[in-house]
């Protein structure tokens, strides 16, 4: 019910609902005096106008009392009228009530979606959406942000560490399954979150490389942090592509003290170029 629900647009939701009302009027026109139809199109309008203005528990209270009450002055007092019209004035609330209350819930839906357009769009541009890590806008965002309070607050002698992790040869994984890279960056990508520190922030900037904006308190943190990018290289490289070949995973790190000039785009090009010299001793080894 819900699925056919969410499928139907609200203009065609209103035009349902103005048919059904129509048919009622076309149907009792001809079949009830003038009295009964004023009254039939009295309780269309409570019917659309509490399921306007209620919320569901609202909805269910006041069906369940308007199908109690016409049942019980329709058939317990003496009421001269045929017994499908009894029927039907006692359901024509409800069915109304029900019906304008999923139009005003779609109503609010829409407007909700409207009203945060703004929010999902900065979303969608700041996360990747495979690994759900951030994306290279939000990384520079977080750098930038990251120098400046270095700058304003000289005396608390913070620095910055950069790390970089890049798969080797991902558009020969991807040549061979683009299911099975899809996977095995998801892969990578959970890993990190396990493996790095709840103060670091990870990020995804470009096809294969991943990045990670370490906080560095004092000059035993680079130390540590270099040591746990070892580790982490180590874990990530035991993944394997489509659970059979073996993957190579470059790794590099860059400290920022708060008179550094570089540039997001800058320290990505140094810890490239870094991290073609970790694969280099790698092979030489």
Known sequence: MKKIRYRIPLEVGVLLLMVLSLIQNMLLYNFVDRQTFYYANLLVFLGILFGMMGNSLFVVIITMFMIAIGSFILYFFPVVMSGWLKIYLIIIVPTFTIAGYFIKTDIFLRKRLISSRKEIATFLQNTDALTGLGTMNKFIERYDKFLNTMTIRPKLNRSLAISMFYVDNLDQYRYQSESKTNELLLSLAD????????????????????????????????????????ITKTQLMLIPFNHQQDITIRQSMIVLQRDSQLTAEQVLGRLNRRAETDLMAEYIV
């Open 191 to 230: 890993d990190l979150e396990i493996i790095r520190l709840p103060e670091e922030q990870l990020f995804y900037v470009d096809e294969g490389t991943f990045i990670v904006i370490s906080p560095l308190f004092n000059n035993q943190c680079s130390a540590e942090t270099e040591t746990l990018n070892q």
